[in-house]
């Protein structure tokens, strides 16, 4: 069955260290996803792609970064982890289909702490 | 930025009530979604409405898209503690192709 994985599920780090999240679908979707997921925020976009070497900013892009060298992969880089980047870390891919598109689909999450 | 207003924040009932969750927005999406979200888990879909003034139904659960598109709620009849969990909207907006979340309403329904 297809599916996405994300790796690792839980992270601690230390401020000024660089990070890097895995995230692998096998779904074959063009789209991915990054989003942090913090109380009373909700889901906040953080970079996303539409198809392999291309990257977009999203609404919370700074401090990170994105790169897609594959349709699979899309690792996202913490360069220099600061406190407030301690959340939870979900990646999620989709399909575009004619004018609506369709679900995004979500991996489990990674809970990354920055101390 | 497109923002996507969820009310209430928290609800708790008890088994068997029914309840209400609005997904509000100024402005128009194309399409809008409903996730549910359990501990540790990622978010998984509910429903997509598409028209404005569709009615879409799940079983306990039905999903109503506001007539200019800028709205929404969700409504569970005869709550489960099954029910339990976050429910997200997700406005779908073609122009820039991304999705706008909301906040999320907490449900916790009790036995």
């Known amino acids: 069955d297809a599916e996405i994985t994300q790796s690792p599920r839980h992270k601690i780090t230390e401020t000024g260290r660089q990070v890097t999240l895995a995230c692998h679908q096998t779904?074959?979707?063009?789209?991915m996803f990054w989003y942090r997921q913090d109380l009373g925020h909700g889901l906040r976009l953080i970079h996303y792609s539409y198809g392999v070497q291309d990257t977009n900013k999203g609404e919370v892009s700074d401090g990170y970064s994105v790169s897609r060298s594959n349709t699979e992969d899309l690792p996202l880089t913490l360069e220099s982890a600061a406190s407030s980047q301690t959340s939870v870390y979900f990646c999620?891919?989709?399909?575009?289909?004619?004018?609506?598109?369709?679900?995004?689909?979500f991996g489990p999450g990674t809970r990354l702490t920055v101390l | 930025t497109q923002l996507l207003e969820q009310s209430p924040q928290f609800l708790s009932i008890q088994e068997g009530e029914n309840l209400t969750v609005y997904c509000n927005s100024s402005?128009?999406?194309?399409?809008l979604q409903w996730y549910r979200q359990e501990p540790g888990e990622g978010p998984v879909l509910l429903v997509t409405v598409v028209t404005g003034g569709e009615v879409k139904k799940l079983k306990r659960l039905t999903f109503q898209f506001g007539d200019a598109r800028k709205d929404s709620s969700l409504h569970i009849t005869a709550a489960q503690p099954g029910d339990t969990g976050l429910y997200l909207c997700?406005?779908?907006?073609?122009?820039?192709?991304?999705?706008?979340f909301g906040a999320g309403t907490q449900v916790v329904v009790t036995p």
């Open positions: 999620a891919s989709s399909e575009f289909s004619g004018t609506n598109y369709n679900e995004q689909f």
């Open positions: 779904w074959n979707h063009n789209n």
């Open positions: 997700a406005g779908v907006d073609d122009s820039w192709g991304k999705f706008q």
């Open positions: 402005s128009v999406f194309s399409s």
